[in-house]
C-alpha cells in the first residue's frame, strides 16, 4: 500500500478514444502531480496541483487534460493521443509544494499503449 | 541549461557495496533526493540531503558535496531485493525538481 493509488494499471487505447485516469491519495497531502516516465529519460512533470489550484503545466499538450476535484483526487483525461504517448503515467503527492524536505510519494502508476 | 548526470546501468554482486554516483549542474540548489523504482512499481523515497556530507539509512547511505555538484548513494551488504532502477532529482532554486534518467542496478547471486 503506498498511500497513493492509480487505476487503471494498463491501458490501450485507440487514437481517437478518450479515456480517464484517475489517481487518489489517502495521506492527507496538500499536493498533487502527473509525471510521464519513458523508458531511458528522466521523468517528466506535467501538472501540479496545490490545494485544488494548477500551479503548473509543464508546456503540456492539450489532448492531456487535468482535474482536481479535490485535494485527495487527481484525474488525467486523455483524447486523441499520438503513439509517442506511449508511456508510463505516474500520479505524486507531496506534503507541501516548493518546500525542500517534502519528498514525493508516487502510484504505480498507469502503462498506456496508444496503437 | 539544467542536467543531471548518472550512469544508465551497473552490475554487482550479493552481499557487496555499489556506489552509484550523480552529477548535477542546475539553477541553484534546494536539496537532493534519492528514489527507488523496482520494474513495475512505484518509486519510493530514499533519502534527501540538503547539507555536504554522509547520511546513512541503514544499508543505504547517501553523500553530497555542494562545491563539486556530486553526490552519491552508497548500498552495503547487497541483497537481491536491491536490483531497481536508482532516481537522483535535484531541487533548483524555484524548488523544481530536475531529475536523471535513472541507474539500473543488477544484482547477481
Redesign the interface.
Known sequence: ETGVTQTPRHLVMGMTNKKSLKCEQHLGHNAMYWYKQSAKKPLELMFVYNFKEQTENNSVPSRFSPECPNSSHLFLHLHTLQPEDSALYLCASSQDEGVGNSPLHFGNGTRLTVT | GQN?DQP?EMTATEGAIVQINCTYQTSGF??L?W?QQHA??????LS?N?LDGLEEKGRFSSFLSRSKGYSYLLLKELQMKDSASY?C?V?DSN????????TKLIIKP
Open positions: 543531471i544508465t534546494n536539496g533526493f528514489y513495475g512499481e512505484a518509486p519510493t523515497f534527501y540538503v532516481l532529482a531541487m524548488y523544481q525538481l530536475i531529475w536523471g534518467a535513472g
